[in-house]
């Protein structure tokens, strides 16, 4: 099972930024792909990002263009650059590993950090 810690999220001010990391204990952290998730309150979790073992990034259509999702495979993280923050983005953000199909392992979620957008 792997385990994902997620760190840096915090109250900013509307337009403001914050930076997300993910650590994942794993011992082919490249061999995952990665993704950020959000749920904000009495909505279903959402995707935000993804990222593949080869690098390749897909975005919600809600933040293509404001947020920018990156691997560290040496590192073993995952981060999420948030700019030009709004309101609605102010959710609670959960990390998430997904290893490959022919291992027959689980997804697995960090805890969640949560961010808010608010004057």
């Known amino acids: 099972q792997v385990q994902l810690v997620e760190s840096g999220g915090g109250l900013v001010q509307p337009g403001g930024s914050l930076r997300l990391s993910c650590a994942a204990s794993v011992s082919i952290f490249s061999r995952y792909v990665m993704g950020w998730y959000r749920q904000a309150p009495g909505k279903q979790r959402e995707l935000v990002a993804t990222?593949?073992?080869?690098?390749?990034?897909n975005y919600a259509h809600s933040v293509k263009g404001r947020f920018t999702i990156s691997r560290d495979n040496a590192k073993n993280t995952v981060n999420l650059q948030m700019d030009s923050l709004k309101p609605e983005d102010t959710a609670v953000y959960y990390c998430n590993a997904n290893p490959p199909l022919a291992w027959g392992l689980p997804k697995s979620w960090g805890q969640g950090t949560q961010v808010t957008v608010s004057s």
């Open positions: 990222i593949t073992t080869g690098g390749s990034t």
